[in-house]
């Protein structure tokens, strides 16, 4: 069985500070992790994905994340917040390589205050 | 972005009608899903297909039935909706290398079931 939990439902933060979005994992086998974005009535676009390359992963638009085994994590982090990343952001893990799609998490609510 | 086409992108449709969603994809990806997306729930996996007339169930497969006739279209039918299915549907793909599982998304089928 595989699980992704994203530990808050809503973030907020000002623009201009960093921005962390947490996610932990549970699985029976190496994963791969995924982060995607979905803005208002739009479908969910790739952020980046871990693939048990480099552990550091960076995506579009100045995001990262880090995949720690030890702490079964993969957080979303960026350094500074823009007005354009206020949107739905969703942790998936797909840990048995077959076809049978994504495990998404509930999601987190990003807010970003002017 | 992947072409991936949702039809309808909106519909109203009253309790024990029947409705079928149409996923239509010009990739060529062997894969194709069906999820739903409710707040508070992220997205769920209802059907999926791995091949012309392969399909399975997801997690939430209960009341609905799929077809994959041909590699581009993927159908959606709600047999007698009901108002637990309102919701918005997403198609993805994925072309299944490396096993990675990542996915494509279409923009999404809002359905309202009154």
């Known amino acids: 069985a595989q699980s992704v939990t994203q530990l808050d439902s809503h973030v907020s933060v000002s623009e201009g500070t960093p921005v962390l979005l947490r996610c932990n994992y549970s699985?029976?086998?190496?994963?791969?992790l995924f982060w995607y974005v979905q803005h208002p009535n739009k479908g969910l676009q790739l952020l980046l994905k871990?693939?048990?390359?480099?552990?550091l992963v960076k995506g579009i638009n100045g995001f990262e994340a880090e995949f720690k085994k030890s702490e079964t994590s993969f957080h979303l982090t960026k350094p500074s917040a823009h007005m354009s990343d206020a949107a739905e952001y969703f942790c998936?893990?797909?840990?048995?390589?077959?076809?049978?799609?994504?495990?998404f998490g509930k999601g987190t609510h990003l807010i970003i205050q002017p | 972005d992947a072409g991936i086409t949702q039809s309808p992108r909106h519909k109203v449709t009253e309790t024990g009608t029947p409705v079928t969603l149409r996923c239509h994809q010009t990739e060529n990806h062997r894969y194709m899903y069906w999820y739903r997306q409710d707040p508070g729930h992220g997205l769920r996996l209802i059907h999926y297909s791995y091949g012309v007339k392969d399909t399975d169930k997801g997690e939430v497969s209960d009341g609905y039935s799929v077809s994959r006739s041909k590699t581009e279209d993927f159908l959606l039918t709600l047999e007698s909706a009901t108002s637990s299915q309102t919701s918005v549907y997403f198609c993805?793909?994925?072309?299944?290398?490396?096993?990675?599982?990542?996915?494509?998304f279409g923009e999404g089928s809002r359905l309202t079931v009154l």
């Open positions: 998936a893990i797909n840990s048995g390589g077959g076809a049978d799609g994504l495990t």
């Open positions: 871990y693939t048990s390359a480099a552990t």
């Open positions: 993805a793909i994925s072309d299944g290398r490396g096993n990675t599982g990542e996915l494509f």
């Open positions: 699985s029976s086998y190496s994963p791969s």
